[in-house]
């Protein structure tokens, strides 16, 4: 067992109750506004951007300070491309028969089909990588706790930071998309989570008629 330090927590900050209250409200006004957009622009967006975004993302509380999450940023057109053919192939077979009516009808609200140009035309997209456990330098491994919820907690703030600089994204999930682990060479024991596709939105764009739930349908004060 390695002792562990302790510093003074110097990054916290204190308002006063009236600025926590606008700082509370303004948040959920922006968050809001935040809506999944599949009709994506081509227009350029600067790489450091994408980094900033991320360097939030990896701010999220993890099991046991693991961190267990690989970002891979891609912008290549090349890759796109390739990564647009592979999601289509799984999504045909998803859409045209491995999906139960159900889960078409469950979908039908949002207009998705099998056909995915975003992939190709947005100028990012973020294959976000959960590891399942980690690797010591002589091989052996590490467990990793709570994978899903931390990973599932970094992807939202990471949605979230795309939202609070202007873009727009996208929570894409073809399944199964084993395919990123070769494409983008990551290793068998880090599992594709979400296809984050990152850009602005087409001029234009439409979203689905779809509503949140009010506070008083998701929260309970007891
Ligand atoms: N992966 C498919 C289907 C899909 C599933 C759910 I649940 C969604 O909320 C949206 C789509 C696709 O990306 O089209």
């Not at 989570?193 to 939105?201: A, H, Q, R, W």
Request: aromatic fraction near 10%; glycine fraction near 6%.
């Amino acid at each position: 067992m390695t002792s562990q330090a302790f510093l003074p927590l110097s990054t916290y900050r204190e308002y006063p109750l009236d600025e926590m209250r606008l700082r509370a409200a303004t948040f959920a006004q922006e968050m809001q506004r935040r809506r999944t957009v599949r009709d994506f622009s081509n227009r350029a967006v600067p790489r450091s951007i994408v980094e900033d975004c991320l360097r939030a993302a990896g701010t999220a509380p993890s099991g046991a300070n693991q961190q267990p999450w690989h970002f891979v940023a891609v912008q290549d057109a090349a890759m796109k491309t390739t990564i647009r053919e592979a999601a289509e192939k799984e999504e045909q077979t998803f859409y045209q028969g491995r999906a139960p009516q159900a889960w078409l009808d469950a979908l039908a609200p949002l207009g998705t089909n099998e056909h995915k140009p975003f992939l190709e035309i947005a100028p990012w997209l973020i294959a976000i990588f959960a590891r399942s456990y980690g690797l010591n330098d002589d091989g052996s491994k590490v467990k990793h706790y709570y994978v899903q919820e931390s990973v599932g907690i970094a992807t939202g703030l990471l949605i979230a930071a795309i939202h609070n600089a202007g873009l727009a994204s996208l929570t894409h999930t073809p399944s199964p998309m084993n395919f990123l682990n070769s494409l983008l060479g990551r290793p068998s024991h880090e599992r594709p989570f979400l296809l984050l596709v990152v850009g602005y939105p087409q001029d234009g764009a439409t979203v689905p008629d779809i509503h949140r739930q009010p506070l008083e349908s998701i929260a309970t004060f007891v």
